[in-house]
T-cell receptor, first 114, second 115 residues
Framework: AQSVTQLGSHVSVSEGALVLLRCNYS??????LFWYVQYPNQGLQLLLK??????LVKGINGFEAEFKKSETSFHLTKPSAHMSDAAEYFC????????????FGAGTRLFVKA | EPEVTQTPSHQVTQMGQEVILRCVPI?????FYWYRQILGQKVEFLVS????????KSEIFDDQFSVERPDGSNFTLKIRSTKLEDSAMYFC?????????????FGSGTRLTVV
């Protein structure tokens, strides 16, 4: 069975600092991996996805994530945090073989301090 | 940009009552999903739907739940007899293809409160 583990339910950074949100996955087959962002009272928005092309994936709003098979990780980073980045971030995995569903991690809430 | 639209945004219902949550997926999308998020918890898969039938469902999606695509545009989730533990945010999503690499477009959700 597939799963994702997000390390840290809350992360707090200062504006302008590096953002690092951690995600480790478990999958018996090569996975597709996603990061979604949820702003307060809104739905989930796709930030970026890994689908076996380049291991470093760039997304919207300056975010990027690197797929590391050896570490079964897909951590999300942004060089310089902005106040508007404050939100809940979800790592997600789906399989490549007829998988209609996506499994989400528990989420990491990012706080950005002025 | 195309959107997935969900109505109502908030619904309060009494325990034991039936509720129908409505979704209008993106018009050229073929695959539809319902997820739920209990307050403070993870987003959980409920069901996927393609070609007018359920493709996959989770253990949460028991006999109290049903989905329907009554016309060419709406996709509904019905809960027959609501329980307190059904209180959650319910998200509809759609995707153009069933291949898992595409990612979903989510609606803004319906907050269901069962009292």
């Amino acid at each position: 069975a597939q799963s994702v583990t997000q390390l840290g339910s809350h992360v707090s950074v200062s504006e302008g600092a590096l953002v690092l949100l951690r995600c480790n996955y478990s999958s018996s087959v090569p996975p597709y991996l996603f990061w979604y962002v949820q702003y307060p009272n809104q739905g989930l928005q796709l930030l970026l996805k890994y689908t076996s092309a380049a291991t470093l994936v760039k997304g919207i709003n300056g975010f990027e994530a690197e797929f590391k098979k050896s570490e079964t990780s897909f951590h999300l980073t942004k060089p310089s945090a902005h106040m508007s980045d404050a939100a809940e971030y979800f790592c997600a995995v789906s399989d490549r073989v007829g998988g209609f569903k996506t499994i989400f991690g528990a989420g990491t809430r990012l706080f950005v301090k002025a | 940009e195309p959107e997935v639209t969900q109505t109502p945004s908030h619904q309060v219902t009494q325990m034991g009552q039936e509720v129908i949550l409505r979704c209008v997926p993106i018009s050229n999308h073929l695959y539809f999903y319902w997820y739920r998020q209990i307050l403070g918890q993870k987003v959980e898969f409920l069901v996927s739907f393609y070609n007018n039938e359920i493709s996959e469902k989770s253990e949460i999606f028991d006999d109290q739940f049903s989905v329907e695509r009554p016309d060419g545009s709406n996709f509904t989730l019905k809960i027959r007899s609501t329980k307190l533990e059904d209180s959650a945010m319910y998200f509809c999503a759609s995707s153009e293809t069933g291949s898992s690499n595409y990612g979903y477009t989510f609606g803004s959700g319906t907050r269901l409160t069962v009292v």
